[in-house]
């Protein structure tokens, strides 16, 4: 039987993926992208994605950072980690990802969403509840960062 897969050929996989994030803070505001692809499809969310072997976590977020906004920044130390299992209606694990958030501080480049981004923008912390916000993004802006209090 053939199982059913994402572009990618993420959905399904037969062990967890490390995935990381880039948390860019400029002017008072956060940087976020609108999802295209599963899991999290149409939600905003921190930029980030897979790390690839022989890549550190810092390396990753900055590649993906770029990758995804056009946007070159320094990541320091993860400030969240926390893991996405999502299930199909038969209760087999079709994405699994432990996702490191790292704090980055901006260094160039203009915003521009590319990759799987449909959309980036500097949010600022009053506009927070106008965009459908991924529920984890929210929480780490929140209550992590006290972003939007």
Do not use: C
């Not at 799987?116 to 960062?145: H, I, K, M, Y």
Request: negative net charge; without cysteine.
């Amino acid at each position: 039987m053939s199982e059913p897969a994402d572009r990618d050929n993420k959905a399904y996989p037969d062990a967890p993926r490390v995935a990381v994030g880039a948390v860019v803070v400029k002017d008072g505001r956060v940087l976020l992208v609108k999802r295209r692809d599963p899991p999290n499809a149409e939600q905003w969310a921190i930029p980030g994605g897979s790390v690839r072997l022989g890549e550190s976590l810092r390396e990753a977020a900055e590649r993906e950072l770029y990758e995804e906004t056009g946007i070159r920044a320094r990541a320091g130390a993860p400030i969240y980690i926390f893991d996405v299992v999502d299930r199909d209606p038969t209760g087999r694990t079709r994405y699994h990802y432990v996702i490191a958030d790292l704090l980055a501080e901006y260094v160039s480049g203009e915003l521009a969403p590319r990759d799987d981004a449909v959309d980036a923008r500097w949010l600022g912390p009053q506009e927070l509840d106008s965009v459908p916000v991924n529920a984890t993004t929210r929480d780490l802006l929140r209550n992590r960062l006290n972003f939007g209090r």
